[in-house]
């Protein structure tokens, strides 16, 4: 799990959180054109919006995590990668790495709507990144499909929260369906979605 509290100081500034794409191999990257902001979705706990995300790395203050994960990457040694991308997905305490995801169906997985399991409320962070702040899991290792899974390094900044979803409940999920007349929650949005839209923009507060 990570998370983010104002107690805790970032000691990195953006710049050091950042690959260096031309050493990075082409299948890593987050997309073809190193210029271009993406737009990503991240389903976390509510307040987040002003404070960013921190990795259990920088929680944990296991700062070399950061910079030992930046040189695995930037050296592209494939094996190397696959087994960081593995344990990050099986939420390693010290990952120096944050997930986020195109699809905002996907993001929503991670934001439930049912609270009756949930010990905080949950809500969905739209984030605008540069792409060497991030890779792609190349691998698909947390089987997200073409929803697509990005690895953030280090911390996601609060300036880099570009919109919060507002009412997060079962009629305004993400993944509401209709079967047959019947309004339905899908328990995981299709591996081959494509779809990159929230299903209303009117609940979100939106920043920039």
């Known amino acids: 799990m990570s998370f983010s509290l104002s107690s805790v100081e970032n000691p990195f500034k953006k710049k050091e959180l950042t690959f260096d794409y031309s050493k990075v191999p082409e299948k890593y990257h987050a997309t073809e054109n190193s210029e271009e902001i993406i737009k990503l979705y991240k389903g976390g706990t509510t307040g987040f919006e002003n404070i960013g995300f921190l990795s259990n790395a920088i929680l944990y203050d296991i700062p070399e995590e950061i910079n030992k994960t930046k040189k695995i990457i930037e050296t592209g040694h494939d094996e190397l990668i696959y087994e960081l991308f593995n344990k990050h997905t099986i939420n390693q305490k010290d990952t120096p790495l944050l997930s986020a995801t195109f699809n905002p169906e996907m993001a929503q997985v991670f934001a439930p709507t049912n609270h009756l399991y949930e010990r905080e409320d949950k809500t969905i962070y739209q984030i605008k990144i540069?792409?060497?702040?991030?890779?792609?899991?190349?691998?698909?290792?947390?089987?997200?499909?073409?929803?697509?899974?990005?690895?953030?390094?280090?911390?996601?900044?609060?300036?880099?929260?570009?919109?919060?979803?507002?009412?997060?409940?079962?009629?305004?999920?993400?993944?509401?369906?209709?079967?047959?007349?019947?309004?339905?929650?899908?328990?995981?949005?299709?591996?081959?979605?494509n779809n990159r839209k929230v299903k209303d923009s009117a609940n979100w507060i939106y920043y920039h």
């Open 130 to 193: 540069e792409p060497n702040r991030c890779v792609v899991d190349y691998y698909d290792v947390g089987k997200c499909g073409q929803s697509k899974e990005f690895f953030i390094l280090g911390a996601i900044f609060p300036e880099e929260i570009s919109a919060v979803k507002i009412i997060n409940d079962d009629e305004h999920s993400e993944l509401l369906e209709d079967y047959n007349g019947v309004q339905m929650i899908k328990r995981m949005p299709d591996r081959t979605s």
